[in-house]
Every structure is written in structure tokens, then in C-alpha cells.
């Protein structure tokens, strides 16, 4: 096994982070010995051997760029703002590079999560996935999505994030801990109730009112996305943070949070859509899919991954709440439930299991050795 020596990488962070509000993110980093900088003090500065990155973050070409083209850029930015000001009905368009081509000789992107889909690589309308030259899967299932797509090489990784999961899965003391931490009760079995956001719907809205009817037997943590209990975004919703607010449910909003602790002392995940589903599935939880009928009005979501588990993993409708509760409570639904989420997680994820983040490690020293 080989491990990364921390002088030889360095954590970019965009420069949002560089804010107070964020500096508890910044500390823990920094606690681990790794060198933090920020995207403006290496733009243009700094060129790396090989750049890991997950984020779109600007761009729209995958072009070389020169000095007299950023002379150019600059420029017409500078028009582009006295016409806005003018209120004069004229733009002119720039090209500019996307960060990765700027910044890394070799980019690999590192996939956000395994919920994936063409109109998913495609949200950017753009060539923005052609700035890499290897893609970090996390299973065999968005591999062979990724190398249809772009006929790039792909490397199958499993979930780092989620190593320490299976380290402390078994342990009762661990868990028995992590129960008092997040205000449980250890005579209720724990519900983990996850869920994304959508500028179509929100399943809180749609099914508060059934899970609060599962309240007097489970603990429920309900865990909602940031975009929509924040007002600073788009996305915010009202009712979503007034229903997560009012004490009825275990409220989850961490910005932080460590989310294999959540899953350590859940024994059912109730989620919608996205990457929760496949967090799930790779370590082996209980699953149980909340549908939602305006979910086809969105074609990212419906074109995604998502769709393709509930082939796998038990789904219901807001008129199935019957259904639900049968799985809550009756062992016996388990039985072919969870054959079918083993044939899911092998066509998702393989046999990966753990140590994921050395195999990681493993492949970039060898990527940056022939480099």
C-alpha cells in the first residue's frame, strides 16, 4: 500500500472558501498536514503534473490559450461591462478556458457521486467533459456510461469517502455512541431519511405528513439538501425549511457532516433521486425509494441511474404509504428485497468494499511516476 507524502500534492479550493464562513473547512484540511490554497493564487501562476478535480467551475473551451488571447479576454470583458452599464443590447463572447485545461497538464476528473446519466454530462451544454483525459468511476455501471460517452480510460475507484464505514460497521459501541450523539432512541429502530432537491418538487413536501406517522415507532433523521433550506440560493423553499424546522423530525442540516456516521446507525434509508440511492447501496442499507410524479419533467433526473435502480430497490407512490409501512415492519419483505440489492450493488459497484481511498493513492503515484 502506498500513501501520498503530503509535500508532494497540494488541495485547491475555490475561492468562495477563502471566507470566514468557511474556514472550519479550511482548519480541517489543514489538520491533516495538506498544503490549502485557494484557485486565485495558482490561476495562471501554477501548472500541475496532474490536476483531480470534480467541479465545473467556468469555461467554454477546451482551447489552448495564449498570452494575447487572455490580453484579448480581458478586454472585451472590460466592453462587455461599459455596454451593460450603457444599457446598450450588445455582448460580445469570450472564450475562455476551462479551469482544468489552465491549471493541469493531465486532468482526471473524479465523479461527485454514481448517479449518473448522458443528460447528466451533458447539464453544461458544452465540451466541458472533453478537458479530461481519465475519469474516476465509482463502479463498473457509470464506467461503461463514461466510456461510451467520451472513449476515455476510466478507473474504477468504489467510494472513498466511505472507507471508514465498514471499518466501524459491527461495532455496537460505535454505534451505541453515535445513537446518543444524534438524539435517538436505541429502543426505536432509525430511519435516515435523505432527500434531493428539485426545481420541479420536493418529496418533503409530498411526504412529511406519512413519515410523521412512523414517528411513535422509529426515529426519523430527516436530512434535507442545502439548496433548498438556504435562502441564498434559487432553490430555497420555504415549506421544505418550515417542515424540517418545527422539531417534529431529527433535523440533519450539517453542512459538515460526516455521512457514514448517519448511515452507521440507520436501518432503513428512505430517499428519492441522486447520489443518496448509490451511497446507500455501497454499504449494503435498507433501501426504500419515494417516487414523485413530476419527476419526468425534469430530463436529467429522469434519464438518470435513478430510474434504473428502482428496478432493483423497492419504490412507492404517495398513494402506497400502506407499502411502506409493510417494509418498515415486516421481515419478510426483506427476503427477495435484499437478493435484488445484491444483484444491484455487483452491476453498480462490483465487489469493491472498503479501502478505496489506498487504491486512489495507488493509481496516482503510478500516473505521476510515468509522467
Known amino acids: 500500500m502506498m500513501k501520498l507524502p503530503n509535500d508532494t500534492f497540494d488541495i485547491i479550493?475555490?475561492?468562495?472558501?477563502?471566507?470566514?464562513?468557511?474556514?472550519q473547512v479550511v482548519d480541517n484540511l489543514k489538520d491533516y498536514g495538506w498544503n490549502v490554497r485557494f484557485l486565485d493564487e495558482v490561476m495562471f501562476i501554477d501548472k500541475y503534473k496532474c490536476l483531480l478535480t470534480h467541479l465545473y467551475l467556468g469555461g467554454n473551451t477546451c482551447e489552448e490559450g495564449s498570452i494575447v488571447s487572455r490580453i484579448v479576454s480581458i478586454l472585451l470583458l472590460s466592453i462587455n461591462k461599459i455596454l451593460l452599464k450603457s444599457k446598450i443590447n450588445k455582448i460580445f463572447p469570450?472564450?475562455?478556458?476551462?479551469?482544468?485545461?489552465?491549471?493541469?497538464?493531465?486532468?482526471?476528473?473524479?465523479?461527485?457521486?454514481?448517479?449518473s446519466g448522458v443528460e447528466k454530462y451533458h447539464e453544461y451544454k458544452n465540451d466541458y467533459n472533453e478537458a479530461y483525459?481519465?475519469?474516476?468511476?465509482?463502479?463498473?455501471?457509470?464506467?461503461?456510461?463514461?466510456?461510451?460517452?467520451?472513449?476515455?480510460?476510466?478507473?474504477?475507484?468504489?467510494?472513498?469517502?466511505y472507507d471508514s464505514y465498514f471499518k466501524k460497521e459491527g461495532d455496537p459501541s460505535a454505534k451505541e455512541f453515535l445513537l446518543n450523539k444524534y438524539s435517538c432512541n436505541k429502543n426505536k429502530k432509525t430511519i435516515l431519511w435523505i432527500c434531493t432537491v428539485n426545481?420541479?418538487?420536493?418529496?418533503?413536501?409530498?411526504?412529511?405528513?406519512?413519515?410523521?406517522?412512523?414517528l411513535k415507532d422509529y426515529n426519523i433523521i430527516v436530512r434535507p439538501h442545502p439548496l433548498e433550506i438556504d435562502p441564498q440560493y434559487s432553490r430555497f423553499n420555504q415549506k421544505v425549511l418550515d417542515i424540517v424546522s418545527s422539531g417534529i423530525f431529527i433535523l440533519n442540516d450539517n453542512a459538515y457532516q460526516d455521512m457514514t456516521e448517519l448511515y452507521l446507525i440507520s436501518d432503513f434509508v428512505v430517499c428519492d433521486y441522486g447520489g443518496s440511492i448509490f451511497s446507500a447501496m455501497y454499504m449494503d442499507k435498507r433501501i426504500i425509494l419515494l417516487n414523485h410524479k413530476n419527476v419526468y419533467k425534469d430530463t436529467v433526473t429522469s434519464t438518470s441511474t435513478s430510474m434504473e435502480a428502482r428496478e432493483y430497490l423497492p419504490s412507492i407512490n404517495?398513494?402506497?404509504?400502506?407499502?411502506?409501512?409493510r417494509y418498515l415492519s415486516d421481515e419478510e419483505c426483506w427476503i427477495e428485497a435484499d437478493k435484488k440489492r445484491d444483484v444491484a450493488r455487483t452491476y453498480f459497484f462490483g465487489d469493491s468494499r472498503g479501502d478505496s481511498a489506498i487504491g486512489v493513492a495507488n493509481y496516482l503515484s503510478k500516473i505521476i511516476a510515468e509522467k
Open 318 to 325: 404517495e398513494d402506497e404509504i400502506d407499502k411502506l409501512s
Open 94 to 115: 469570450i472564450k475562455k478556458q476551462y479551469m482544468q485545461k489552465i491549471l493541469g497538464y493531465y486532468n482526471i476528473k473524479f465523479m461527485y457521486g454514481a448517479d
Open 13 to 23: 479550493l475555490a475561492n468562495k472558501f477563502n471566507s470566514p464562513l468557511y474556514q
Open 133 to 161: 483525459d481519465l475519469f474516476f468511476c465509482h463502479g463498473p455501471r457509470d464506467s461503461n456510461i463514461t466510456k461510451e460517452l467520451f472513449h476515455k480510460p476510466v478507473f474504477q475507484m468504489g467510494y472513498p469517502r
Open 199 to 214: 426545481i420541479y418538487f420536493s418529496t418533503i413536501e409530498t411526504y412529511s405528513s406519512a413519515m410523521e406517522t412512523f
